[in-house]
């Protein structure tokens, strides 16, 4: 052995500085694609169902409206269909709209720390030169931005494609279909979904009871903002409410996003 | 340059000590062999050092001054945890880019060369790979990083004999080209006998004995002598282990130099670096004392 016991210097190979960020974005992508496919997938067909449904509900809508008169059987058959098989789509549409949030953060958030825990392939991904701390701030940050994106860009379809229910049930902006699933609510929900998720899956290390407590929480959370939270904000309007309820979702993912990471640098065994 | 030191590094979990008060030295260039049972403590240790674990006490550097886990030891340590843990659902040339994508260096060529020697195919999902398939490839993965410190965590552990040389002639071939320090835990003694520079003993989360192997030897005697005399005679020896068979003692001591007597009646017998090891893995109640390790000089 005393040969090969010569300690050379290996000249030093590669750039200086860190490992940059946006190698991360491979990573991520590549890791976990078929939860981004999932839900962009989940995305697209809603908002294809929404946009083919919602042409005929606008129709169907418009001639109820233009119909005279209104007690005459051709306007009765109308506003029958509208409210038997139009209204059933939109219910199944804002059902699955409103549980997207809780589902993102079950079966995409949870798996990004918990998955590498329970398998240990966190040793791995822990020791590279990208180090801890940017490996999951970098797959939280993309992910969850993703997701809410995608979540704000069906919320604004949703205006358009619930209008005529909000209209024909007299409900209001605030009504829980109405306000939930349109503005920027959807997308802050979608955030903070996936963030519970990912907490979670941090603080418990296994992937199925992270996601019972994650969907326990995030259904406890929905329950109590419903309930006692949205009917004290203190503004009238429909744009002012949203952004409230959207900033406190915000710092609420903001700091369990902390959380996360800072359970992830502390976490030892 | 220590590529790792420690001082009274001690780990507990709920109470229990996992590593306690554990201090040594390895020098660059070295290939340290760290054994003991199982739940000795050698993952802990090796974890510790990796940046995995946060000890409760002590303190440790790797690399010469550079704190576990820190971005410049991260950058020069390559870790393959036990089981050697790869992700079961990307395919080999995804396990090559992820790990490019992690560090700043990594020399894709030699990691593809070495695979096709190994006749790993790249689009195989790393899952479907035997158990020795994914040892090399992690320690392919570890070592196209181009890293001054590999930790090995039983690497030995899941392979056939013939896989077994096979992954440390891979790890010798390294040292001698690239420079590379080497810390390898195992439980098996036979295949590292040869290899090692270094030798740290762990029992129990105790250090039983660390220092260099031809040094340790050296220091090392097996006497053989009358059984009658063998009590008295251990108190002026340094007695590592004490074995009777009827009339006869044999006694694994340390002496404090070459030149010390054999007394009348006794045999004195070099020891083997094996029979070294399960001395001081049998005895846990009977440290040596452990001698004090030049941090400062300059590695051989």
Wanted: aromatic letters at 8%; charged letters at 15%; hydrophobic letters at 50%.
């Amino acid at each position: 052995m005393t040969v090969l016991t010569m300690p050379a210097q290996s000249g030093a190979s590669g750039p200086r500085g860190p490992v940059p960020w946006r190698r991360m974005a491979w990573v991520t992508w590549r890791q976990h694609r078929a939860a981004l496919v999932g839900a962009v997938g989940l995305y697209a067909v809603l908002a294809a169902v929404m946009l083919i449904a919602g042409l005929k509900i606008h129709r169907d809508y418009a001639s109820l409206l233009a119909c005279h008169p209104l007690t005459s059987s051709a306007c009765r058959a109308l506003s029958n269909s509208l409210g038997s098989g139009d209204w059933h789509m939109g219910n199944a549409v804002n059902i699955i709209l409103q549980l997207a949030p809780m589902l993102i953060g079950a079966f995409a958030g949870v798996p990004v720390l918990a998955r590498e825990l329970e398998t240990g392939t966190f040793r791995y991904a822990w020791t590279q030169g990208m180090g801890r701390d940017r490996w999951t701030i970098a797959k939280l940050t993309a992910l969850a931005v993703v997701f809410a994106l995608g979540a704000g860009a069906l919320s604004q379809l949703n205006h358009w494609f619930y209008q005529p229910f909000a209209q024909q049930q007299g409900m209001t902006q605030f009504s829980a279909a109405v306000f939930d699933s349109q503005g920027i609510a959807l997308a802050a929900w979608t955030l903070a979904g996936f963030t519970f998720g990912a907490f979670f899956g941090m603080l418990i290390r296994r992937v199925v009871p992270a996601m019972v407590a994650t969907i326990v929480a995030y259904a406890g959370l929905d329950l109590v903002v419903w309930q006692y939270l949205r009917p004290h904000y203190p503004v009238g309007g429909f744009w002012p409410a949203q952004c409230i309820e959207a900033g406190w979702l915000l710092i609420l993912s903001v700091l369990l996003g902390a959380a996360t990471v800072w359970l992830a640098r502390h976490r030892t065994g | 340059m220590n590529v790792i030191e420690t001082h009274g590094l001690t780990k507990r979990y709920h109470g229990a000590w996992a590593l306690q008060d554990c201090t040594l030295a390895v020098r660059a260039g070295y290939l340290a062999a760290l054994v003991g049972a199982n739940g000795a403590g050698k993952t802990t240790l090796l974890n510790t050092l990796a940046g995995l674990i946060t000890p409760t006490d002590g303190t440790a550097t790797v690399l010469g001054d550079q704190p576990p886990g820190s971005p410049a030891a991260l950058d020069g340590i390559a870790f393959v945890a036990q089981d050697a843990p790869v992700y079961k659902n990307l395919s080999v040339a995804d396990m090559l880019h992820l790990t490019r994508n992690l560090n700043r260096s990594f020399d894709l060529r030699q990691a593809r060369a070495r695979l096709a020697d190994l006749g790993i195919p790249l689009k195989k999902k790393a899952g479907q790979l035997s158990g020795g398939q994914q040892s090399q490839l992690a320690l392919t993965l570890a070592l196209a990083r181009r890293p001054r410190l590999l930790i090995l965590d039983e690497p030995l552990a899941g392979l056939d004999p013939l896989a077994r040389r096979d992954f440390l002639a891979t790890v010798l071939t390294a040292m001698a080209d690239d420079g590379l320090s080497v810390l390898l835990s195992s439980h098996s003694l036979p295949e590292l006998d040869r290899v090692a520079d270094y030798l740290i003993v762990l029992s129990r989360g105790q250090l039983r004995v660390a220092g260099e192997l031809d040094d340790l030897l050296a220091r090392h005697r097996v006497l053989t002598g009358p059984a009658a005399e063998a009590d008295s005679r251990a108190r002026q020896w340094h007695v590592v282990q004490d074995q009777r068979a009827g009339a006869q003692a044999h006694l694994l001591v340390e002496i404090s130099g070459p030149e010390d007597p054999v007394p009348p009646g006794w045999e004195s017998h070099p020891v083997s670096s094996e029979e070294l090891m399960l001395a001081y893995l049998r005895a846990p109640g009977s440290a040596a004392p452990l001698q004090p390790i030049e941090l400062t000089e300059a590695a051989r």
